[in-house]
């Protein structure tokens, strides 16, 4: 038995019809030169002999303690996690995009244990893909991204590859496979450990004074105080629209040199320039700049600990209308927020974060704090290999993170890095942003605009 710890316990609490609290993942495959025309008909019958599952995949919970702990399945029916699936005709990414978002809008069997792998057939241009998902009570998603990619190899002549139920378990666990922090696992932190950390205290109470005190004189300051009321934060139903691109990383580069800026500035104003885009057509754009939840990397070239991630409340600058002002207000923001935890520990960090984030949490639980807008959306990075790979000869050609939406917060954009791709997944409520795959545009026109305001041909 394994206890669940007092963030994954959140996640169950927080779930319910209209928000399920799984993440999941696409990859999209093309087949090897030499498969016959049923290559995954063969797969999957392949997949279907790898009957022992490895933890944490054999693990349902238990509720009849005091705390809930995962335990082992003597009874796991694999045929219920493993499902082969054939996309209907003509077979296009849409259709694809469309079966996700039906898949993605269903509850888990808490009897079982909480995952699913969807082989999918049926794609045009022989390619196939893989949409797995898990709750987030079981693993979070940088843990999710990491074991994706222990499935896959860098070999294209490497086969009999197990399914991610089926890998070996490690045998240490390694630094970091938390994985970045989020909302939710920054205030099980709060509630479970930060209490013992009293050393942090005046760091931490003086640093988020400092930010209470500066969000008071400047209006325009991303803070815990002045995210404006949007169309993003209302209440959901429990259907999904999922939305996938990949976009083109030497571009974003070529425009972070231009600028003087990181990958993950451009990002954020390619999404700043789709939200003010698609907010305006629906003449829903807020006066005051959305907020956006941010987790960055906060890695210090002489740490011995190595990576480090906070999360900070950035400004979009979506009241902007001049997309490379739009660029550098995040870019400013952004570093205002890095310089903060310049001089504070780890532990500083994670506790001030928290703290911060208190509000947000308790809002979006209980509904009982509307006009306390601590963020309007989330925009989450979460890096994937930078060579290809495969998975039994087949390459993978991409592969989107699919996220959670929640009350109040409608809309969630993550991306991850694959190669020299950037490929963004957007998941939200189907009835609260209708038309929500408009987005891909208008996130291709925000590059195109700073292209063009760089003067990069």
Same mark, same amino acid.
Request: with cysteine; proline share 6%; aromatic share 4%.
């Given at each position: 038995m394994k206890p669940l710890s007092p963030a994954d316990q959140l996640f169950l609490w927080l779930e319910k019809r209209q928000q399920p609290m799984h993440v999941g993942g696409l990859q999209l495959f093309s087949f090897p030169d030499d498969a016959p025309d049923d290559y995954v008909a063969q797969l999957a019958d392949s997949l279907r002999n790898h009957s022992t599952v490895t933890p944490p995949f054999d693990r349902r919970l238990d509720s009849r303690f005091t705390q809930p702990v995962w335990v082992h399945d003597e009874h796991l029916d694999l045929e219920h996690h493993f499902r082969f699936e054939a996309l209907p005709t003509p077979g296009r990414v849409r259709e694809l995009l469309a079966f996700v978002s039906a898949e993605h809008s269903h509850l888990m069997d808490r009897e079982r244990p909480l995952w699913e792998f969807h082989l999918i057939e049926g794609l045009r241009d022989r390619q196939f893909a893989v949409y797995t998902k898990v709750h987030h009570a079981l693993f979070d998603g940088v843990s999710a991204m990491r074991m994706a990619q222990r499935m896959l190899s860098g070999d294209p002549a490497q086969r009999d590859m197990p399914p991610i139920w089926a890998l070996p378990p490690r045998a240490k666990r390694e630094e970091g496979e938390d994985g970045r922090p989020s909302l939710w696992g920054s205030l099980g932190h709060l509630i479970g450990e930060s209490g013992k950390q009293l050393g942090t205290v005046p760091t931490v109470a003086r640093e988020l004074l400092k930010t209470i005190n500066h969000a008071r004189k400047d209006p325009a300051y991303s803070s815990v105080f002045h995210a404006p009321r949007s169309l993003l934060n209302q209440k959901i139903t429990g259907s999904r629209r999922f939305a996938a691109q990949s976009y083109c990383l030497k571009r974003i580069r070529t425009v972070c040199q231009a600028y003087g800026v990181t990958v993950?500035?451009?990002?954020?104003?390619?999404?700043?320039?789709?939200?003010?885009?698609?907010?305006?057509?629906? $003449?829903?754009?807020? &006066?005051?700049? #959305?907020? &956006?939840?941010?987790?960055?990397?906060?890695?210090? $070239?002489?740490?011995?600990?190595?990576?480090?991630? @906070?999360?900070? !409340? &950035?400004?979009? @600058?979506? +009241?902007?209308?001049?997309?490379? $002002?739009?660029?550098? +207000?995040? +870019?400013? $923001?952004?570093?205002? &927020?890095?310089?903060?935890?310049?001089?504070?520990?780890?532990?500083?960090?994670?506790?001030?974060?928290? #703290?911060? #984030?208190?509000?947000?949490?308790?809002? !979006?639980?209980? @509904?009982m704090a509307p006009k306390w807008q601590t963020f309007n959306v989330v925009i989450s990075n979460v890096p994937g290999p930078s060579e290809e790979r495969y998975w039994n000869g087949a390459r993978l050609e991409g592969m989107y993170p699919v996220s959670i939406a929640m009350d109040r917060m409608a809309l969630n954009m993550t991306l991850t890095s694959y190669c020299d791709q950037i490929e963004f997944g957007l998941i939200g409520c189907r009835r609260t942003l209708p038309s929500l795959q408009r987005m891909l545009d208008y996130l291709e026109e925000g590059l195109a605009e700073l292209e063009v305001a760089g003067g990069i041909s």
């Open positions: 993950n500035d451009v990002v954020m104003a390619m999404c700043a320039s789709a939200l003010r885009t698609y907010l305006m057509n629906l $003449d829903a754009l807020p &006066a005051q700049p #959305l907020i &956006a939840m941010v987790p960055v990397s906060l890695r210090r $070239d002489d740490s011995e600990a190595g990576n480090q991630v @906070g999360i900070i !409340l &950035a400004s979009l @600058g979506t +009241h902007l209308s001049d997309p490379a $002002d739009r660029l550098m +207000h995040i +870019h400013q $923001d952004v570093k205002l &927020a890095k310089d903060r935890y310049a001089s504070m520990s780890p532990e500083e960090i994670l506790n001030y974060t928290a #703290l911060t #984030l208190a509000p947000a949490a308790f809002n !979006l639980l209980t @509904g």
